[in-house]
């Protein structure tokens, strides 16, 4: 059961439901039993008045639990979700990965968050450390050597603003307690020492990460330097944005237009003082909710700084962000917003002008982590293009909420898909495009499908804001309507 290429697309609930249950016929009864959890249809949900003017779908699926076994799962480590997200990105600290080499050196620079300085001198993002564990250290423990490594790195490079301490799986199972040499470093240095348990085996996925970092942040460094900053009306705390191709940096020229102060940018470009004054600000900006709900939390119960997410991805939702953001502040800032959106109307004008022929009416699959699955649906809405399916490899049940948010009806859901039902929906819904990770690039390309890196933008970029938009539109273009595609036929086009 699948779609001709000559229909036109619309989201079908019992051609999705026909595909799960295909999919899930392949199983043992146990598997079955677990992953028909998993994968869902959107539906129609009441949506409160404040939505009223917005269709809202249900996309309840289980989420959050650990993955099946054998099934080739997508996921990350609690390490990546600390090191290679969350802290990795902070400029003016050395990140040390404890433990043997190869998770630092899978973890090496690879997610493009660009940052401003001088490598090696005041910033590393793009340098890797590790305490390259060998047999010897997993015997006799390795806090000897992490003490003479901080040692190093201090003498190295100086200007070294703080280290953090990222563990690997063996720190936890052979017990090295590297909080005593975090706080033996500290007094030693004057430096911050932070360090992370987030060793690989915690939790199911990456995401168990993200909030041990968040957790390290609160506990190690907030409230334990004296930070001068005059404090002003709009300062506020971008978090949760990485700085994937720029991102961050769009994201900043868009708030600074219409009059606001951003303090604080976590953790793309960030220094390790922009966190520590992060209290100070008036409002944090949260973008990846996923990964920075936790401190955004903490700081409105402790120092009674609210927070909220905004979407700077495609003019509809920049538009509504820049709104929501300024209806927190005064009239000046209010009017402002409005002064920026009608500044780049004509822009927009002129990326849909140009790319909304090529793009309308084509269906798009999602694959990602953090918010991308949800925040980026709009952004090809506006193209005229048709999310068809769309799902997370390590969400909670609130980010589902979220995404009905943006999602229409008849909607395939998937959470942690498997490379097999991954391949089995694109046979069967058969997108124009496919936006996923690295790893499902190529299968994808195989198929004769085209194919976006969605986890960092595939070279390109920034995304964010209204430039980016024209990036994005671009992008897109280049990947459906590439020529290549026309050189060979994806299987289901073969003759028999």
């Known amino acids: 059961m699948t779609y001709d290429d000559e229909t036109e697309y619309q989201n079908d609930g019992a051609l999705h439901q026909q595909l799960i249950a295909d999919v899930l016929a392949q199983y043992p009864d146990k598997s079955r039993k677990r992953r028909q959890k998993h994968l869902s249809v959107a539906k129609p949900a009441d949506a409160p008045e404040a939505e009223a003017e917005r269709p809202v779908t249900d996309c309840d699926v289980k989420s959050n639990i650990k993955s099946i076994p054998g099934v080739m799962t997508i996921r990350g480590c609690a390490y990546a979700g600390s090191k290679g997200v969350v802290w990795g990105p902070v400029k003016d600290m050395v990140h040390i990965s404890h433990g043997p080499v190869g998770c630092g050196h899978y973890s090496w620079s690879q997610r493009r968050n660009y940052y401003t300085g001088h490598t090696g001198v005041d910033s590393f993002v793009t340098m890797q450390f590790t305490s390259d564990f060998q047999e010897k250290d997993i015997v006799f423990g390795g806090d000897k050597k992490l003490e003479k490594l901080i040692d190093e790195i201090n003498e190295l490079f100086p200007l070294a603003k703080g280290i953090s301490i990222q563990s690997e799986c063996p720190i936890g199972l052979i017990g090295d307690d590297i909080e005593a040499v975090a706080r033996k470093k500290h007094k030693e240095t004057g430096k911050t020492m932070v360090p992370v348990r987030c060793e690989g085996f915690r939790g199911v996925s990456q995401s168990l990460g993200h909030h041990i970092a968040n957790d390290a942040i609160r506990d190690w460094v907030l409230d334990k330097n004296d930070i001068e900053l005059q404090p002003g009306p709009y300062d506020v705390n971008v978090i949760g944005d990485y700085n994937i191709g720029g991102d961050a940096w769009a994201s900043r020229i868009l708030l600074e237009e219409i009059g606001l102060r951003v303090v604080g940018n976590w953790s793309g470009d960030a220094t390790l003082t922009e966190m520590e004054r992060a209290p100070k600000a008036k409002l944090n900006l949260i973008h990846c909710y996923r990964s920075m709900n936790y401190i955004c939390r903490h700081m409105e ?18 538009a509504d962000s820049l709104r929501n953001i300024a209806a927190h502040f ?25 790319y909304k022929p090529r793009l309308q009416g084509k269906k798009v699959m999602l694959y990602v982590g953090g918010l991308r699955p949800r925040h980026v649906v709009d952004a090809y809405h506006d193209l005229g293009m048709e999310i068809a399916a769309t799902g997370y490899e390590f969400a909670h049940g609130d980010d589902y909420q979220r995404t009905g948010h943006y999602v229409k009806d008849g909607t395939l859901i998937y959470d942690d898909v498997t490379g097999y039902e991954l391949e089995k929906f694109i046979e069967g819904i058969r997108p124009d495009l496919v936006g996923s990770g690295v790893k499902e690039k190529y299968p994808t390309q195989k198929l ?4 976006r890196q969605m986890h960092s933008w595939d070279y390109s970029g920034p995304y964010h804001g209204y430039d980016g938009f024209a990036i994005f539109a671009r992008d897109m273009d280049l990947a459906i309507n590439n020529p290549v595609w026309g050189l060979f036929k994806a299987p289901w086009k073969k003759a028999a």
Do not use: R
């Open 330 to 354: 005064d009239e000046t800032i209010q009017q402002n917003a409005e002064k920026v959106i009608a500044k780049y109307q004509p822009l927009v004008d002129a990326i849909l002008a140009k």
């Open 301 to 318: 119960e402790k120092y009674g700084v609210p927070w909220m997410e905004y979407n700077f991805f495609g003019p509809s939702q920049i």
């Open 448 to 451: 004769g499908i085209p194919f």
